[in-house]
């Protein structure tokens, strides 16, 4: 599976981005996936999921209420709509593929996922 990610750039705080990442390959099966973003000098860092259908989102505590993960159709393309952005928020984002069903325990934990993007960066400006 071959993970695409785009949509980071440089934007002010306060405003909004929207990043996307599509699979490609093993598209006859359909994945839980997940966003997880690193700063520089931190550790990678779990941010948002998704189950295959869309039916199930799971989130970091740090973001609920300005990040939403959705999956248009239940497709393998999920989109991380990020508002109120901060310049802590400031990192490179990494979207990934679990080949296991997420639950609220397992989405945060990086081993779950089997796949990963290139990442994409994402930059605040206070």
């Known amino acids: 599976v071959q993970l695409q990610a785009s949509g980071g750039g440089l934007v002010q705080a306060g405003g909004s981005l929207r990043l996307s990442c599509a699979a490609s390959?093993?598209?006859?099966?359909?994945?839980?996936m997940g966003w997880f973003r690193q700063a520089p000098g931190l550790e990678r860092e779990f941010v948002a999921a998704?189950?295959?259908?869309?039916?199930?989102?799971f989130y970091a505590d740090s973001v609920k209420g300005r990040f939403t993960i959705s999956r248009p159709h239940a497709k393998n393309t999920v989109h991380l709509q990020i508002n109120t952005l901060q310049p802590e928020d400031t990192a490179v984002y990494y979207c990934a593929v679990s080949e296991s069903l997420l639950t609220p325990d397992t989405a945060p934990k990086r081993w779950e996922y089997t796949f990963w993007g290139q990442g994409t960066l994402v930059t605040v400006s206070s």
């Open positions: 998704i189950s295959w259908s869309g039916g199930a989102t």
């Open positions: 390959g093993r598209t006859g099966s359909m994945y839980d």
